[in-house]
């Protein structure tokens, strides 16, 4: 980490000088940068040497970390609306900084997305013995980064995202992150395209799981209602202990009341799981077509909802349409097939049947690496591959299997041991004959 004058030749409120003191020679910044640059100096026109996190080589120059800059400012906060004095980390590389074609494909001007079309920012609650700012943030941020790079996913205010480790690198059980709005940067359109700031928020399992029960938007409202749990700016309290259910008990009722009226909003993740087709032979024995092998860990997911259900547009949380699978192939009728499922990646099997198919939404499993989706569709839902004659059916990787009204009571209630304590060995095989399905929950 180093400190740097990254805003070269704009006025600055701190220690003005006559011009006369000094030789003045102005730095022209790529316009994508000075953009962002302009913006946060609005905010901290006090600042305009904050600390930054820089890669030693540039990733347009073959260096590992897709951010070029991370800068780090000191909020003093205010009191009187509750906002305590924090760390705000800055990201600098999602969106397209230079405009050449050296990070991201060219834009055609401002009206669109600048790079991927969001930067990363991250509130961390200061403490008061603290006279330089944490270092581990930028290194959850640029794996973050990694991630987007590497899959082509974009993260949105509302997703959330499973690391399964401690933020900070400790036993924490902050190990977890939900995505919010910055509270003070707002979209910015930079002469490459608009950039918006996508916040992360430390959350507990209990508060991950919530969100994948309901949705994002309402559990990052209910963090603003308390201090501990972020506060109005969604500030992260590394020292946090308690659930926002621990602090308040009655947030468990308003919870099951939003899933009841409204279902979830989570229609997908990315997951460990693969699919393949079940053929009986006329002796009775059974083989099996792969379709796809296994998968790697479950990781970011998102909250985002096509128009109307319709499964045919873009759904940003698998980052998938119909024209853009890998391997399109004719529309195939299948007989029978059997689902395997990691068990975290199970556990959300339950969540889609009641938040989702329930209320007439399709949700949507997705291989990290390789092609294999499988989408479990209600009957109402537009656009898909399947029929009541044809309730399976496949388009080259793209599994598509109807659930039906009178089958998810059914279905749920066999999957019912996915919501309690494993105390059965795993894997375990829940077979549907009557619908041509099968399901097998492995160990994670």
């Known amino acids: 980490m180093n400190e740097t004058n990254h805003q070269n030749g704009m006025h600055c409120t701190r ?39 820089t890669t030693l080589v540039k990733y347009w120059l073959g260096g590992p970390d897709p951010l070029d800059y991370i800068s780090i400012y000191t909020n003093p ?8 004095p924090h760390w705000h980390y800055i990201s600098f590389g999602l969106s397209d900084l230079h405009g050449d074609g050296r990070v991201h494909n060219p834009s055609n001007g401002p009206d669109g997305p600048s790079g991927f079309g969001f930067e990363l920012s991250f509130r961390l609650l200061k403490d008061s013995s603290e006279t330089s700012p944490p270092t581990w943030p930028p290194r959850l941020m640029q794996s973050l980064a990694k991630y987007v ?3 082509g996913n974009t993260l949105y205010a509302g997703d959330h995202i499973t690391w399964h480790n401690g933020l900070d690198g400790s036993e924490t059980r902050l190990r977890h992150m939900l995505m919010g709005e910055d509270p003070q940067l707002q979209v910015t359109v930079t002469p490459h395209g608009s950039v918006r ?15 994948q029960r309901w949705n994002g938007p309402g559990v990052l409202q209910l963090f603003k209602r308390h201090a501990m749990t972020g506060g109005p700016w969604l500030i992260t309290n590394m020292r946090r202990v308690e659930t926002m259910f621990d602090i308040d008990p009655s947030i468990h009722d308003e919870i099951a009341e939003g899933i009841r009226t409204e279902g979830s909003n989570l229609c997908g993740t990315s997951a460990r799981c693969t699919w393949i087709e079940r053929n009986y032979r006329n002796d009775g024995a059974s083989h099996f077509k792969s379709v796809e092998h296994s998968m790697n860990n479950l990781r970011i997911v998102n909250n985002s909802e096509a128009p109307n259900g319709d499964i045919k547009e873009k759904d940003r949380n698998v980052n998938y349409k119909r024209n853009e699978l890998s391997e399109l192939t004719q529309e195939h009728f299948l007989e029978n097939v059997h689902l395997t499922f990691n068990l975290e990646a199970g556990r959300l099997l339950p969540f889609a049947l009641n938040g989702r198919i329930r209320h007439g939404r399709h949700f949507t499993f997705r291989a990290e690496t390789g092609n294999a989706i499988i989408t479990f569709v209600a009957p109402s839902v537009s656009g898909t591959l399947v029929t009541e004659n044809k309730p399976i059916v496949a388009e080259g990787s793209w599994l598509h299997v109807l659930v039906p009204n009178n089958f998810i009571d059914i279905m749920e209630s066999s999957l019912k041991f996915l919501n309690e304590p494993i105390v059965e060995p795993l894997p375990k095989t829940i077979e549907w004959p009557d619908r041509n399905l099968t399901i097998t929950i492995n160990p994670d």
């Open 77 to 84: 906060g205010d009191r009187m609306i509750g906002i305590p």
């Open 197 to 211: 700031f996508v916040q992360i928020v430390g959350a507990f399992i209990e508060e991950l799981e919530a969100v």
């Open 15 to 53: 220690n003005p000088r006559l011009l006369s003191q000094f030789q003045y020679i102005r730095q022209v910044l790529p316009a994508g940068l000075d953009s962002l640059y302009i913006l946060c100096k609005r905010i901290y026109p006090d600042q305009c040497n904050p600390l930054q996190a």
């Open 149 to 151: 790079f590497r899959t």
